[in-house]
Every structure is written in C-alpha cells, then in structure tokens.
C-alpha cells in the first residue's frame, strides 16, 4: 500500500501518487500515459497530471490496481 508521506516529491499535487515503492516497471505509464510517465532521474515514474474525467480516473485507478509493488496512492 503506498504512504503518502513517501511519495515523490515530482508528483503534481492531486489524489494520485507515486511513492519510493516504486520499480520503474512502467505499467502504470503504459496503462495511463497521460498521466504516469518516467522522473528525469530515471528510477521512477510519477504522476505529471491528475486524471479529471471518470475515463481518466477509471486508468489511473487500473494503474493502481496492477501495480506490482503498490506504489500508486489515490486520496481521492
């Protein structure tokens, strides 16, 4: 389960985050690639715009759901 006090400082501030679970696996960024892409530094991906239509938000909870190490938060 993500911590929101984990997570990476790059994410845009919203529900949706990505803590320092994560693996760089991208499949959050492939499953919502307007929404999760990979930090500047390589060794992570993060949240760079927060989903605001029920589509949108339908990915981004996808992308939590399959995450392999639960890295994504939503407190929404």
Do not use: R, W
């Not at 845009?12 to 696996?25: M, N, P, R, S, W």
């Not at 930090?39 to 992570?44: E, K, L, Q, Y």
């Not at 339908?58 to 190490?69: D, S």
């Amino acid at each position: 389960m993500a911590v929101k006090a984990d997570k990476y400082a790059d994410n845009v501030t919203g529900a949706f985050y990505v803590d320092k679970q994560c693996i760089l696996c991208h499949l959050c960024s492939d499953i919502a690639p307007g929404h999760f892409k990979e930090s500047a530094d390589g060794d992570h991906d993060f949240v760079h715009t927060q989903p605001t239509t029920d589509e949108q938000i339908k990915l981004c909870l996808e992308a939590k759901e399959q995450c392999p190490v639960e890295a994504i938060g939503d407190d929404g």
